[in-house]
């Protein structure tokens, strides 16, 4: 059984750098056609994808999005890491880290398989 779990502060100074964790066992972030993404709910809006790293370790990023983020891994601890920059209240939300299948930017909930529980993330000084 795949279990995503995020990790990282939850609260985060406007300006600041926002970095959150997602620590996945059950299954190697490395095999062959699983794609691993970021993912956000913020207070009154539907989800938001935010980017996504491949098994080869390729990026994608949200065009609206792109110039704040970057997602990285970590191979030996299997464990995928987003980094997003000078962020604003409006960044304000609970973030997940979930996995989809092949190189079509999954846009439906049931094209993730497996999601982490979520962690919320605040933006204030």
């Known amino acids: 059984q795949v279990q995503l779990q995020e990790s990282g502060p939850g609260l985060v100074k406007p300006s600041q750098t926002l970095s959150l964790t997602c620590t996945v066992s059950?299954?190697?972030?490395?095999?062959?056609?699983?794609?691993w993404s970021w993912i956000r709910q913020s207070p009154g809006k539907g989800l938001e994808w935010i980017g996504r790293?491949?098994?080869?370790?390729?990026?994608y990023y949200s065009p609206s999005l792109q110039s704040r983020t970057s997602i990285s891994r970590d191979t030996s601890k299997n464990q995928f890491t987003l980094q997003l920059s000078s962020v604003t209240p409006e960044d304000t939300g609970v973030y997940y880290c979930?996995?989809?299948?092949?190189?079509?930017?999954?846009?439906?909930?049931?094209?993730?398989?497996?999601w982490g529980q979520g962690t919320q993330v605040t933006v204030s000084s």
């Open positions: 979930a996995r989809s299948t092949g190189p079509k930017i999954a846009t439906r909930l049931e094209e993730y398989d497996y």
């Open positions: 059950g299954g190697s972030i490395t095999t062959y056609y699983y794609y």
């Open positions: 790293i491949g098994y080869r370790g390729s990026t």
